[in-house]
């Protein structure tokens, strides 16, 4: 079983930026995908971007492209979400994932295991 935890969220102006880490400790780490997802209050679960095994191929929601990048560091068991130029429509707990395969997935149905969210509050 990997253990998976979020950290770096925050409160942040409109325009500002932040960047949140994810840890994992357990098992073998760099043999799966991994995710970055979000849920606003009120709202589902969202994908917002995901990074294959290797860290070679991403995918971001639309919403986000441009202005997050996701990047993995398997020696370190870290998953990084960068990001910038934050809308207060980005306001949401963000959660870090692992999916059941290497390949990048955006259903919240092929990750198995999460983290326990960090909250990343844009003011306006």
């Known amino acids: 079983q990997v253990q998976l935890v979020e950290s770096g969220g925050g409160l942040v102006q409109a325009g500002g930026s932040l960047r949140l880490s994810c840890i994992a400790s357990g098992r073998v780490f760099d043999i799966y995908a991994k995710g970055w997802f979000r849920q606003a209050p009120g709202k589902e679960r969202e994908i917002v971007a995901t990074i294959d095994y290797e860290g070679r191929t991403t995918y971001y929601t639309d919403s986000v492209k441009g202005r997050f990048t996701i990047s993995r560091d398997n020696a370190a068991k870290a998953v990084y979400l960068q990001m910038d130029s934050l809308k207060p429509e980005d306001t949401a707990v963000y959660y870090c994932?692992?999916?059941?395969?290497?390949?990048?997935?955006?259903?919240?149905?092929?990750?198995?295991?999460w983290g326990q969210g960090t909250q990343v509050t844009v003011s306006s």
């Open positions: 994932a692992e999916a059941t395969g290497g390949s990048i997935r955006t259903a919240a149905r092929d990750y198995r295991n």
